[in-house]
T-cell receptor, first 107, second 114 residues
C-alpha cells in the first residue's frame, strides 16, 4: 500500500462544477502539499498546510490531521483547471508523493 | 519572480549513450532535489543536496546515475549508459529561505531513450 493515496485517479467535469480531490496518508507528517502539474511537465505549488484550511481564489485545501486526510476543492471549475493534481506529504524536508489525479474540465 | 531553471527541456538519446541534465536553483536556496517521474506516477526522489553535500541518494541507481553540486549552487545529473527504462521526466526542485521546507520546482527535462 502506498504511503500516499489519492482519489479519484481520473476526474472529468463540466465547466462550472464543484470538484473535490481526496488524499489519504499513512505516515506522520510535518506538512501536506497540493501541487499542480500541467501537460508541459512543470509543477506549481498550490498549498502547503499543516492544519485547518487554506483558500486561494477558487481553490480550497483542507486537512484533518487526526484522520490523516486532506481534500482539494475547486469551485466554479474552468477548462484551464485541467491538469494533474498531486498530493505530497512532508516529513522534514523529504516529500512523498501520491500518484496524482488527472482532472479534465470540459467547456 | 525567481524560478528554478532546468535544461534541456527535452532530450532524445539512444540506449547506451550518456546524457546530462542541468539545474540552477533559486538563488540562496541551500537544498536541491532531483526527482524522476515516470508517466502516470508521482515523482520519486533520486538525490537531495544540502549545499554541496549529498543528504540522501538512497534511491539513486549508482551504477549508472551520478549527481554533483560542486559549488553548492547549480547541479548536474548524469546517466551513463542510458537504458530504455530511464525514459521519464526529470524534475529539479529547491528549498530554503523564509519558507525553508517549501519546494519550488523547475519545468523538468523530458528524457526519451530509444
Amino acid at each position: 500500500k502506498n504511503e500516499v493515496e489519492q482519489s479519484p485517479q481520473n476526474l472529468t467535469a463540466q465547466e462550472g462544477e464543484f470538484i473535490t480531490i481526496n488524499c489519504s496518508y499513512s505516515v506522520g507528517i510535518s506538512a501536506l502539499h497540493w501541487l499542480q502539474q500541467h501537460p508541459g511537465g512543470g509543477i506549481v505549488s498550490l498549498f502547503m498546510l499543516s492544519s485547518g484550511k487554506k483558500k486561494h481564489g477558487r481553490l480550497i485545501a483542507t486537512i484533518n490531521i487526526q484522520e490523516k486526510h486532506s481534500s482539494l476543492h475547486i469551485t466554479a471549475s474552468h477548462p484551464r483547471d485541467s491538469a494533474v493534481y498531486i498530493c505530497a506529504v512532508a516529513s522534514g524536508s523529504r516529500l512523498t508523493f501520491g500518484e496524482g489525479t488527472q482532472l479534465t474540465v470540459n467547456p | 519572480e525567481a524560478e528554478v531553471a532546468q535544461s534541456p527541456r527535452y532530450k532524445i538519446t539512444e540506449k547506451s549513450q550518456a546524457v546530462a541534465f542541468w539545474c540552477d536553483p533559486i538563488s540562496g536556496h541551500a537544498t536541491l532535489y532531483w526527482y524522476r517521474q515516470i508517466l502516470g506516477q508521482g515523482p520519486e526522489l533520486l538525490v537531495q543536496f544540502q549545499d554541496e553535500s549529498v543528504v540522501d541518494d538512497s534511491q539513486l541507481p549508482k551504477d549508472r546515475f551520478s549527481a554533483e553540486r560542486l559549488k553548492g549552487v547549480d547541479s548536474t545529473l548524469k546517466i551513463q549508459p542510458a537504458e530504455l527504462g530511464d525514459s521519464a521526466m526529470y524534475l529539479c526542485a529547491s528549498s530554503g529561505g523564509q519558507s525553508s521546507y517549501e519546494q519550488y520546482f523547475g519545468p523538468g527535462t523530458r528524457l526519451t531513450v530509444t
